[in-house]
């Protein structure tokens, strides 16, 4: 299985996996399939235009001086319907509540929109439930964006109704809201009735361990999600117990995402139990959470025995010397081995020192950010003289010394497959450097 590795003498920068959906960056574009408002003279005009760039090709009303007036925000709502809009991307404006409301209405006769984006446009719970109202009569919907907006509980509620009735909507991102365990309550009733959801990103919500508890209550009734993104939420061992066991029957969620909770071993005990049931999931991600050894060496053991999970991330835990040695022998077969900001020391260091020894696999390994001394380095080096298969290896902001970079640039003098070293941020003194200048000389492409 493969992991998530950062940069190369990346070390914490502060952005641990970022899974921030940045949507369109092109705010105000719209794509339509017909030009009915369009004024005949200005038909050969790009229809893939923002609106705010074809504002002149809308009928507007004149003043007594004979100039246009300008187009207000629900005249440009009505415009969309005129050309035959499919899709409206108003993402990272500030059209609010009032935008919102202009927007539903219009799509309340819109008989051809497939997909809203409203991303960053502070919209509160008056919007949301405007937009939910329009919902119930599109049928043509399949995805709508409201991330990044000031939706509560109230917006949610009104938004989970109207995915009870739709049989078209896909997907919804409410990423980054304020919906709070009763807003995921009600979205989680909702996707037990849904017949066409297949993902919701609920990423940023605070819905805690009893909106994850209603999530995966509804995970286990609904046959068409197909994945599970819940970073940032406060959820903890009771939420990812509760996950767990809705993930032992799920037989389509493909990818769950729970970065940045509180969930500790108990946790990560059951979904490694889930794991071990589970066919179809291929990609965890348990980026800063609270697992320490005991959660990394079930994760270890469930991931010898899945042949489907390819990709797990565990970065900016607890890990300590025991559950690196574990997730070393569980990862010997994958191409990453990632243990990035965690507890290792040396006998953490020595024993992803032996899996590499044993892999023909691994080509890179990201360990920086732990408290790997001499000791380890040295057992790396050891592991270096051997590997052909290693490429890349992160050591960045550690406790090593003079005496573990002379091991290591002795050892990269023999080794043919490394191409990349990070060891700043280490306590290598004149000695230390003195040797891994030496090596430059002998491999000069070495990036070092």
């Known amino acids: 299985m493969d992991q998530k590795p950062p940069a190369p003498c990346q070390g914490n920068d502060g952005n641990n996996g970022n899974h921030h959906n940045n949507g369109s960056s092109s705010s105000g574009a719209v794509s339509h399939t017909t030009h009915a408002a369009a004024e005949p003279a200005q038909q050969s005009q790009s229809t893939s235009a923002p609106m705010w760039q074809r504002e002149n090709r809308l009928k507007r009303p004149m003043n007594d001086a004979g100039d246009k007036e300008p187009v207000s925000f629900h005249g440009r709502a009505e415009a969309f319907l005129e050309l035959g809009v499919t899709s409206v991307n108003l993402s990272h404006n500030s059209i609010g509540d009032a935008g919102a409301i202009a927007l539903a209405d219009a799509l309340k006769i819109n008989r051809s929109m497939t997909s809203v984006n409203l991303r960053n446009n502070s919209i509160d719970d008056a919007g949301a439930i405007a937009l939910a109202a329009a919902l119930k009569i599109c049928s043509s919907m399949t995805s709508m964006d409201l991330s990044n907006n000031s939706i509560g509980a109230a917006g949610a509620i ?76 406060s959820i903890g061992d009771a939420g990812a117990i509760a996950l767990a066991d809705a993930l032992k029957q799920s037989r389509n969620v493909t990818s769950v995402d729970l970065h940045g909770n509180e969930i500790g071993d108990l946790g990560m005990s059951a979904l490694a139990d889930a794991l071990k049931q589970n066919s179809s999931i291929t990609s965890v991600d348990l980026v800063e959470n609270c697992i320490g050894d005991a959660g990394a060496i079930a994760l270890a053991d469930a991931l010898k025995q899945s042949n489907n999970v390819t990709s797990v991330d565990l970065r900016h835990n607890r890990i300590g010397d025991a559950g690196a040695r574990a997730l070393a022998d569980a990862f010997k077969q994958s191409n990453c081995i990632d243990i990035t900001d965690n507890e290792v ?104």
């Open 158 to 233: 009104a938004l989970a109704d109207a995915l009870k009735q739709s049989n078209s909507v896909i997907s919804m991102d409410l990423y980054g809201n304020s919906i709070g365990a009763a807003g995921a309550v009600a979205l989680a009733d909702a996707l037990k009735q849904s017949r066409s959801m297949t993902s919701m990103d609920l990423r940023g919500n605070s819905i805690g361990d009893a909106g994850a508890v209603a999530l995966a209550i509804a995970l286990k009734q609904s046959r068409n999600v197909t994945s599970v993104d819940l970073c940032d939420n």
């Open 345 to 448: 020391g040396d006998i953490g260091a020595s024993g992803v020192a032996d899996a590499l020894k044993q892999s023909n696999s691994v080509t890179s390994v990201y360990l920086c950010n732990n408290s790997i001394g001499d000791a380890g380095a040295r057992a790396l080096a050891d592991a270096l003289k051997i590997s052909n298969s290693v490429t890349i290896m992160d050591l960045s902001n550690n406790s090593i010394g003079d005496v573990g970079a002379i091991a290591l640039a002795d050892a990269l003098k023999i080794n043919r497959s490394m191409t990349s070293v990070c060891l700043s941020g280490n306590s290598i003194g004149d000695a230390g450097a003195i040797a891994l200048a030496n090596l430059r000389k002998h491999k000069p492409a070495l990036e070092i």
